[in-house]
């Protein structure tokens, strides 16, 4: 994947979505790796939550195409971390809701066993669809 960097693609129109969404300064991360260290789930990420945070700071709308921005448990254990406060969940959740809005969809809800339905938590299954549904 070959990727051109400017000036106008790190203030683009995706980069102000994110942080808007989010409420976070995608350039406050100074890129420590801590969030990547700490992660409980990074092994199964195909991207690390600091490759995330850097391809959204430059601009690179390919991150919406990660499955890491669907794996990540929002378990606050990056924040915690940071020496920066930055809140990767709020920029990860921002990222599933732009991808969601480009029709991005992760779960068939037809699909879904009833039985499945009838014993999960209601939490967990709202929890799924405002992660994996639009």
């Known amino acids: 994947m070959r990727t051109t960097i400017s000036a106008k693609k790190v203030r683009s129109d995706f980069v102000s979505e994110v942080e808007e969404i989010s409420g976070e300064d995608l350039l406050a991360c100074n ?18 939550p600091s490759q995330v945070i850097r391809m959204a700071q430059l601009g690179m709308e390919e991150v919406l195409e990660s499955r890491t921005i669907w794996i990540c448990a929002s378990c606050l ?36 066993p009833k039985d499945l339905v009838d014993e999960l938590p209601q939490l967990a299954i709202v929890g799924g669809f405002r992660k994996y549904i639009k």
Do not use: W, Y
Not at 31 to 48: E, F, I, Y
Not at 79 to 108: F, N, Q, S, W, Y
């Open 31 to 48: 890129q420590c790796g801590k969030c990547s260290a700490g992660c409980p789930v990074a092994s199964v990420m195909d991207l690390l």
């Open 77 to 112: 254990t990056c924040v915690t971390r940071c020496p920066k406060g930055v809140d990767l969940p709020r920029l990860m959740e921002a990222l599933r809701e732009i991808a969601l809005r480009a029709g991005a969809t992760e779960i068939d809800l037809n699909k879904l």
